[in-house]
């Protein structure tokens, strides 16, 4: 035993919507440090409104770093792996930052909003390692670097619906907004950014706004939504929307321990941006993990579907002829498509889809599963 004394934990942050999510029963957990709402009520039922009608999300744990100044773009260039010097004003684009081994650190949104100045959003969790991260790359660019997590709320409105929900409380030309793409302008009398992004599979639209607003711009949205069928959402709903939706979660699909062609998303590195004459921090380590996966497939990332009904949680070891083939990275039941399902990384010669005798190590007993493409679900346009 230490005699030394505990350390104690710091008090969890409250978004400015804490009142709110209370007031409507929520119940809540702690989520890389933040109170955040786990579910309201059914997170099945959450869930299903997403997909079918529109659900309300509190988003503001989410981590908002502003690169300003001459040579901001060069800054994000060297410093992401991604081409951020073709991002139009208005526009954004899913990215990576990564270590100088390629390991990711986080995936990342960039948003340009002015002509010098763009917007990153980062995971809550590794939201202050892409700071610090931007600041030490910062060194030797005109380019300023600023904290700004204190300055936005974000929410989120989700599902086939969320177009007329928020065309109900602002003039802002919806129609013309893109996918990936922003545009400032008033809802329900709250000034926000809009963009047009989201983590559920979904049509959706992501508001940026002053915490001070929040409240106001939640109640708008909820009033608006209400011949909708919308609901408020919390954070399990958006898990199981997001895996059926095939997209990756930091710290289960994405780490350090892996680079973007690990992860079968090679395709966010850009080795032909040429600001900076090429170089960006990791290209010499990605360039080599490139050319291995191209010769020499690793583990490559696919779905499973269980035959019954037991569910597979990340770390289960995936299985075939007695042999472990694989791991699994995020597992739920699919409210979606009745059954449970996971993603996986799988030895390549196992990752085909239909491959046959594949299973899930579940408390030593190997059920049955399905490979497949990814994702389990695609929304009709």
Known sequence: MSDTPDTPAAPLRKTALDAAHRALGATMTDFAGWDMPLRYGSEREEHTAVRERAGLFDLSHMGEITISGPQAVDLLDYALVGNIGSVKEGRARYTMICRADGGILDDLIVYRTAADTYLVVANASNAQIVLDALRERAAGFDAE????????????????????????????????LKYYAGLPG????????????????????ELFCAPADAP?????????????????????CRDTLRLEAGMPLYGHELSTSLTPFDAGLGRVVKFEKTSNEGRFVGREALEAAAEKAASTPPRKLVGLIAAGRRVPRAGYAVV???????????????????????MAYVDAAHAAPGTEGVGVDIRGKHEPYEVVALPFYKRQK
Do not use: H, N
């Open 145 to 176: 670097v600023r904290d700004d997590r204190d300055a936005y709320a974000l929410l989120a409105v989700q599902g086939p619906a969320a177009a007329r929900v928020l065309a109900r409380i602002t003039d802002a030309d919806l129609d013309g």
């Open 186 to 205: 008033s809802v329900g009398g709250v000034d926000v950014m809009i963009a047009r992004t989201g983590y559920t599979g979904e049509d959706g639209f």
């Open 216 to 236: 106001k711009l939640w109640g708008a949205l909820f009033a608006a939504g209400t011949g909708f069928g919308m609901v408020p959402c919390g954070l399990a």
């Open 320 to 342: 075939a002829g007695g042999q472990v083939v694989g791991e699994v990275t995020s597992g739920a039941p699919s409210p979606t498509l009745g059954k449970p399902v996971a």
